[in-house]
């Protein structure tokens, strides 16, 4: 390989790297109280989500479960209920 190729993949492969910030993702993977903090805050947002998440889920969930029980349908009904009491039953 002639020096003009190798020196013209060094440079393409230069502007690639910047446009891509890799010296910036270097730099913050180089220090590790960055990176420390950040995978830190990251958890806590995660398990926030997740917390809310899952309690507005279930939050609706039992209030469309006790709206059809409202509806008398015979079977459903009762199998709703069953199930809406042993949720108010673990609240406790």
Do not use: C, H
């Not at 409202?70 to 039953?89: H, M, T, Y």
């Amino acid at each position: 390989m002639s020096f003009r190729k190798l020196r013209k993949q060094v440079e393409e492969l230069n502007k690639v790297m910047q446009i891509a910030n890799i010296e910036e993702i270097i730099y913050i993977l180089g220090d590790k109280k960055k990176m420390f903090f950040r995978n830190v805050l990251a958890g806590i947002g995660r398990g926030i989500g997740v917390g809310i998440g899952v309690t507005l889920i279930t939050a609706i969930i039992i209030y469309f479960l006790q709206k059809i029980v409202l509806l008398n349908i015979p079977w459903i009904g009762n199998f709703v209920s069953d199930i809406v009491e042993i949720v108010q039953r673990k609240q406790y």
